[in-house]
């Protein structure tokens, strides 16, 4: 059974830049895409930006395009998103997802990514 677990959350001023990070353990699988997801109070759980397996293909949303960076290190079975420029929109809780995919496409949606971490929260002050 894969296990992710965020970390980094916290509190930062609008302008200012955060790092979370994505634990892996458990399960065998090889081939795991993790996307970073977000959801904020009254809102749905929206996609944030995903990286493929070999950790060199990545997509983000449109929203976060430019000032978010995902990025892999195997060795250490964690990703990390690098959040820049952030913004009060930028507040929500952070999630992170796995999904064994061994195509080239990205998956955005959250219904396509069968394991989750519990979440953490980051909140950006104007």
């Known amino acids: 059974q894969v296990q992710l677990v965020e970390s980094g959350g916290g509190l930062v001023q609008a302008g200012g830049s955060l790092r979370v990070s994505c634990s892996r353990s458990g399960g065998t699988l090889s081939a795991l895409d993790v996307g970073w997801f977000r959801q904020a109070p009254g809102k749905e759980r929206e996609f944030v930006a995903t990286i493929k397996w070999n950790g060199v293909s990545t997509y983000y949303a449109d929203s976060v395009k430019g000032r978010f960076t995902i990025s892999g290190d195997n060795a250490k079975n964690t990703v990390y998103l690098q959040m820049n420029s952030m913004k009060p929109e930028d507040t929500a809780v952070y999630y992170c997802?796995?999904?064994?995919?061994?195509?080239?496409?990205?998956?955005?949606?959250?219904?396509?990514?069968?394991?989750w971490g519990q979440g953490t929260q980051v909140t950006v002050s104007s």
């Open positions: 997802a796995a999904v064994l995919n061994r195509s080239r496409f990205f998956f955005t949606l959250p219904m396509e990514y069968p394991y």
